[in-house]
């Protein structure tokens, strides 16, 4: 039998580690410039949970693209259109026009990569400019509500139980995806078109199907953190989501998904997401100026990747 | 085949790139009052520069198959150093240009040692590495202004007749209304392009670059250098995008560590390369077609600064619009190139290799 | 220096090459084991041997793709290591291997002078040079017609061979080595190679040729060498062996053993898959075949003369075919595989079973039941335990030789991963099976254990055609056998018609006598 700890994936259990290690380096830093230890109180983590849950959210539908080998460069417009068009809309059915918005770009995007055979980098990249378009003309032209309804405050800052609600968005979509991913066949044909498209095509697989829906869910994922973000800052407003893309990218990456798709597990993203959201707030807590904290970012990134990233040596 | 037909054959896609270009500037400058005039070419090529230098910085990593997620930030760290050091005294103002040049070669080279040597994929060693040199941006120029030789600013940003003004060198008539009308800035690109481009593509390692993108594991069983060629041409996207930065600087007469210009101009460039002519799979294309790619796009948005407002297209003026009439060209661009698709016989040739 | 070394060992010895007992390891799988071997100077030399005999080891070490794990190897003379293929060439070793080296983005003259282009003043590749020395080369293996500029990929795959062997010639060998040269060239085009590497063997030109077609060693070579299960078995001069001496040499064991016996039908088999007058693309034409239930018939000719192309059809994976494919009588327009699979209960083994046939990285039984996931769902969720139980049933039946069903299927034997794609498709209940050369790098063993399972499919009321590059296997296994040439069916052959002769006959549409060919293409 192996132990518990040899079954974890080496990306994990290496995140899981440098977050220990973020929090501890935090703890030390206040200790001494402040005389208190913020990062290991209970009311810190869960306020850190319920901003990861906004970038594990992206980065969780980010993660089902990824897995196909494609990318989805139309997160942070999607995500800042489903928020404008919930609260334009207003009222009971404002969710369900931010998703319905999201939807729709998701659609547009899975056509365009399973039908046109676009890389999905540019066409994605494309639509991002278009939604940025349309969203341009949509708050230029005439002024429209962008105050957040009272459900989606709820969501994004609420509690339940002493519990962000927002984590419980996380943890149900988040289940959601484990459970596709590991008990549906959607998910055992997206790993093996990650691997392999032509021959999951040949063993009789609907490939269109299949790439369309991952586009769709990535899009759902993002338009639904766009519904919570306008939530967590009562409106919603352009750019609101220019600063999720790296970061999303970087949580899948981190938490073991292999960019080429193929490989990678949901946990993995959920760990991401969280040292990412985690690295910042001890950063800025730091006073950490933007430059350093960028700097750090980076560097993390890269060494993270370096210690377990690295790609076989080629048979010479 | 004749050989014309082969020379023909081989760089259509490059020649659609012109045409696409001289249709969409054609259409401006017809449109223009002040169309086919020195002052709007010069302000035209201004408005493009950084664009196509980032464009051709992109090229190179896209040829060998991969790609450069931090050309903007390489572009805009570069933009802030030479505010810092381009400045004062002659030899300082020559200094900090040299200074600037190697620190985007280094950036470059940082890139390609990651890809090569940590066995990385690029996508994600540039996108870290994007953050990086944007954090050192922000540390070089925490807030936007600095100092760039203002002589300098002049002579590179205006015609060529503006060099010989700015020194006070003495111009020769038969110069002042002829070759002295060429924007500077579009001499500058042509030699980047002979001095740099063209010796590279015609050099083993550059020619390992194609043959890389095209078929990697062919070029190595052919015994080319197949590190050397990424590595150069990550390095060398890194000094092309630092000539943008240099000349933003000039442009702007200081320095801005702008987060979201970066991130813009590094996706601009991808779609620049792309509509250039240059495969996304590699082994195709060049730094000549992105040039065009990048001219095609500013083009695009000057189009939109031209219609008559009260007219009947006068809509497509309207500032509101332009980001959407930008957006759905690029997209519509993109997807015409996906044409081929339809006439695919076999289905197995849908999925790339 | 080389040159200098070579002239004065040259009183020494006739022997280019020599191997000393060479081994090679990876892993825990030897692959070569105590090799001696040696080559004479200015022969052609013929390596014979099964797939997984040793020989593409064999040349790879001594081109220097790879590194012998002991012994020594000498080229005229000298003791050398090759560390890179580079330095191989330099000392005058080259080979041109099976998977083509050529760079199809690049343009003809700059693939021949790829390794070391000639130089202007500036360092820059002199690139009217460059086309002349292009043109010369291309010259000396015959084919002037094809332009140096013209870019690699708009090349037929016999020209890029060609160009291949030019680009091999421009790093001036001493000892060439080609590995399966001919086996993507039309009839008329291998009789120009060997016109060339004949032409080559007079200007004092030592070759290896390494290939799998009898045919072709008993017009080409002065000496063979067979090798089995990594080891060098015999070597003798041209004619000192008959064939069947040297079939048994190299699957160890005599022949006749190998293909299990032919079933003797009645003339009315229940017609359970008709094509009529199947076109497409031009490398389709009028084809027309009949498969009948139990049956097994044989697709034969040169490689690409439009069977692949049939195959793929048949599974709806060609667009914009014209004619008709029948199912039990019925019209069927194909237009996926996966329809192919669910209206049509039909399977395709890919031709490459490593790219099309499986996902590597993935285990072995993600890869057997991924076409029959929708089968095992309940509601949304797989049937974990349905799966496992089918899965084992499956590896059972087949006699799939692995460790552990999560091991990923790239750690299987080739063999073994080639039963992992079949039983894929037998778990599907697929009743037509379609193979596209299914024993293509696989273990005389293992081929003998798939004949054995296509017999007895066959016997249960599964329908088969199979696509075969070996005539032996057209001739062991099938029912009846259909000949493709240009993409047309040109000969059917039945019963004791099926031979080699008749075989090799239609495959070159050449009249049964032999004594006329037809139009060569």
Redesign the interface.
């Given at each position: 039998m192996k132990s518990w700890i040899e079954n974890i994936d080496k990306p994990i259990k290496y995140a899981l580690g440098f977050i220990v290690l973020v929090l501890i380096v935090g703890n030390i830093y206040t200790l001494i410039n402040l005389g208190t230890m913020p990062f290991f109180s209970p009311n810190y983590l869960l306020q850190q949970l319920q901003v990861a849950s906004f970038l594990g959210l992206i980065a969780t539908g980010m993660m089902v693209v990824i897995l196909l080998g494609h990318i989805d460069l139309s997160v942070p417009w999607t995500l800042t259109c489903a928020a404008m068009t919930a609260t334009a809309v207003g009222g009971d059915g404002a969710m369900l026009a931010g998703l319905t918005a999201g939807l729709i770009i998701g659609l547009i995007n899975g056509i365009g990569v399973a039908f046109l055979r676009v890389p999905s980098m540019i066409f994605t990249l494309g639509v991002n400019t278009v939604v940025q378009g349309l969203m341009i003309v949509h708050t230029g032209g005439y002024a429209p509500q962008t105050a957040s309804t009272p459900i989606m405050n709820f969501l994004a800052t609420g509690y339940i139980a002493g519990i962000p609600t927002a984590l419980f968005v996380w943890a149900a979509i988040g289940g959601l995806i484990i459970f596709m991913l590991n008990?549906?066949?959607m998910g055992?044909?997206l790993?093996?078109m990650g691997?392999?498209e032509?021959?999951?095509?040949?063993?009789?697989?609907?490939t269109r199907l299949i790439l369309i829906a991952a586009f769709v869910i990535c899009s759902l994922c993002a338009a639904m953190a766009g519904i919570l973000l306008a939530g967590y800052s009562a409106k919603a407003y352009q750019g609101m989501g220019d600063l999720y893309l790296l970061p999303a990218i970087a949580a899948v990456v981190i938490g073991g998904t292999n960019i080429l798709g193929?490989?990678g597990t949901l946990a993995g993203t959920v760990v991401g997401a969280i040292l990412i959201v985690l690295l910042q707030s001890v950063l800025s807590v730091m006073q950490m100026p933007e430059a350093g904290r960028q700097i750090i970012y980076g560097s993390v990134i890269i060494g993270m990747l370096l210690v377990y990233g690295r790609a076989e040596k080629k048979?010479? | 085949?004749s050989?014309f037909k082969?020379?023909m054959?081989?760089n259509w896609r490059l020649f659609l790139a012109i045409g696409i270009f001289c249709l969409i500037y054609g259409t401006y400058s017809f449109l223009h009052p002040a169309g086919g005039s020195s002052r709007l070419f010069v302000q035209n090529s201004n408005e493009s520069f950084v664009l196509i230098s980032v464009a051709m910085a992109q090229t190179l990593p896209v040829l060998t198959g991969g790609l450069d997620l931090s050309v903007g930030s390489v572009m805009t760290m570069i933009n802030a150093l030479a505010s810092n050091v381009v400045n004062g005294s002659p030899t300082e103002v020559f200094l900090g240009i040299i200074l600037c040049l190697c620190s985007a070669a280094l950036a470059g080279f940082i890139n390609g040692c990651i890809i090569v040597y940590g066995r990385l994929q690029p996508i994600i060693v540039t996108l870290a590495t994007g953050a990086v040199f944007m954090g050192i941006a922000l540390f070089l120029r925490p807030t936007p202004g600095g100092e760039v030789d203002g002589d300098l600013s002049f002579a590179a940003t205006f015609d060529l007749n503006e060099i010989f003004f700015t020194y006070g060198w003495p111009l020769p008539e038969w110069f002042e209304n002829s070759l002295g009308l060429i924007p500077t800035p579009v001499v500058l690109i042509v030699i980047v392009v002979l001095v740099i481009w063209v010796?590279f593509k015609?050099?083993?390692t550059g020619?390992g670059c194609?043959?890389v993108?095209?078929?990697e594991?062919?070029?190595y069983?052919?015994?080319?250098n197949v590190d050397r060629s990424r590595l150069a041409a990550y390095t060398l996207a890194g000094l092309f995008a630092g000539i943008g930065g240099l000349y933003l600087a000039l442009q702007t007469g200081s320095g801005n560590a702008d987060i979201p210009q970066a991130g813009a101009y590094t996706l601009n460039s991808i779609a620049a390369v792309v509509i250039g002519g240059t495969s996304l799979y590699g082994?195709?294309g060049g730094v000549v077609g992105s040039i065009f790619g990048a001219m095609s796009l500013r083009a695009i948005s000057f189009n939109f600064r031209v219609f008559d407002a009260d007219g009947p297209l006068g809509f497509i003026s309207d500032p509101l619009l332009q980001p959407l009439f930008e957006g759905s060209i690029l997209l519509i661009a993109v997807s015409a190139g996906a044409a081929r698709v339809f006439s695919?016989?076999?289905?197995?040739n849908l999925f790339g290799s | 220096m080389v040159e200098q070394v070579a002239h004065k060992r040259a009183d020494d010895s006739d022997l280019i090459l020599q191997l000393e007992g060479i081994s090679k390891r990876y892993g825990g799988v030897k692959a070569l084991s105590q090799v001696d071997f040696s080559c004479k100077k200015g022969s052609i030399h013929a390596i014979l041997g099964e797939n997984g005999a040793g020989k593409s080891t064999l040349i790879k070490i001594i081109s220097g793709?790879?590194q012998p794990t002991e012994g020594t190897l000498k080229v005229a003379g000298q003791v050398q290591q090759f560390a890179?293929?580079?330095q191989a060439?330099e000392y005058g070793v080259v080979c041109i291997?099976q998977?083509?080296?050529?760079?199809?983005?690049?343009?003809v003259a700059?693939?021949i002078c790829?390794?070391d282009?000639p130089r202007n003043r500036?360092?820059?590749?002199d690139?009217a040079e460059q086309i002349r020395v292009a043109t010369d080369l291309l010259a000396r293996v015959n084919c002037a017609d094809v332009?140096p500029?013209?870019?690699v990929k708009?090349l037929p795959l016999s020209r890029r061979q060609m160009v291949e062997i030019a680009?091999a010639l421009g790093r001036k060998p001493k000892l060439l080595i080609l590995d399966e040269a001919t086996s993507a060239l039309s009839a008329a085009d291998v009789e120009k190679v060997y016109e060339i590497l004949r032409g080559l063997r007079e200007e004092g030109l030592t070759m290896l040729y390494i290939s799998h077609r009898m045919h072709e060693i008993e017009e080409l070579a002065d000496r063979l060498s067979v090798f089995r299960n990594g080891e060098h078995i015999e070597t003798f001069d041209k004619g000192a062996r008959s064939n069947d001496e040297i079939i048994e040499m190299m699957i160890g064991r005599e022949y006749s053993s190998v293909f299990p016996p032919k079933p003797t039908h009645d003339d009315k088999l229940l017609t359970v898959l008709e094509v009529e007058n199947l076109s497409?693309?031009g490398r389709l034409n009028n084809v027309s075949l009949t498969l009948g239930e139990g049956e097994i018939i044989g697709l034969g000719g040169l490689d690409g003369q439009g069977q692949h192309?049939i195959l793929?059809a048949l599974?709806g994976?060609?667009?914009?075919y014209e004619g008709k494919i029948k199912l039990h009588g019925k019209e069927v327009a194909m237009g996926?595989?996966?329809q192919?699979?669910?209206d049509g209960s039909i399977a395709?083994i890919?031709e490459d079973r490593k790219?099309?046939?499986?996902?590597?990285?993935?285990s072995i039984q993600?890869n057997i039941?991924?076409?029959t996931?929708?089968q095992l769902?309940k509601g949304?969720?797989?049937d974990?335990s349905a799966e496992a139980a089918k899965i084992a049933e499956m590896i059972e039946k087949m006699s799939i030789k692995i460790g552990n069903v999560d091991d990923a299927v790239a750690t299987l034997s080739g063999g073994n991963q080639q039963k992992v794609v079949i039983a894929?498709w037998l778990m599907?209940g697929a009743k037509i099976v379609l193979l596209d050369d299914p024993t293509r790098g696989i273990d005389v063993g293992t081929k003998q254990e798939l004949y054995q399972l296509f017999r007895d499919l066959a016997d249960s009321g599964h329908s088969i055609i199979l696509y075969s590059t070996d005539y032996d296997e057209l001739i062991g296994c099938c029912d009846r056998v259909s000949i493709f040439y240009q993409g047309e069916i040109i000969r059917e052959l039945t019963g004791d018609e099926i031979n080699e002769t008749n075989i090799v006959a239609a495959s070159l549409n050449m009249e049964i006598s032999g004594q006329q060919a037809g139009t060569m293409p």
């Open positions: 008990r549906t066949p055992r044909y790993y093996a691997n392999r032509v021959a999951a095509y040949l063993s009789g697989v609907n193929g490989k048979e010479s | 085949m050989n082969i020379w054959a081989s010796p015609n050099s083993v020619r194609y043959a993108g095209s078929a594991g062919a070029a069983m052919s015994g080319l082994g195709i695919i016989k076999n289905r197995l | 793709v790879v890179s293929p580079t060439s291997f998977e083509l080296s050529l760079i199809p983005d690049l343009s700059d693939n790829i390794t282009p500036f360092g820059l590749i690139k332009n500029r013209e870019l708009n680009k497409w693309d192309e793929l599974f994976v060609l667009r914009g996926s595989p996966k192919a699979k669910s395709l890919p790219t099309e046939g499986l996902m590597l990285p993935m993600d039941s991924i076409a996931l929708d769902t949304l969720i797989i974990k894929k599907t």
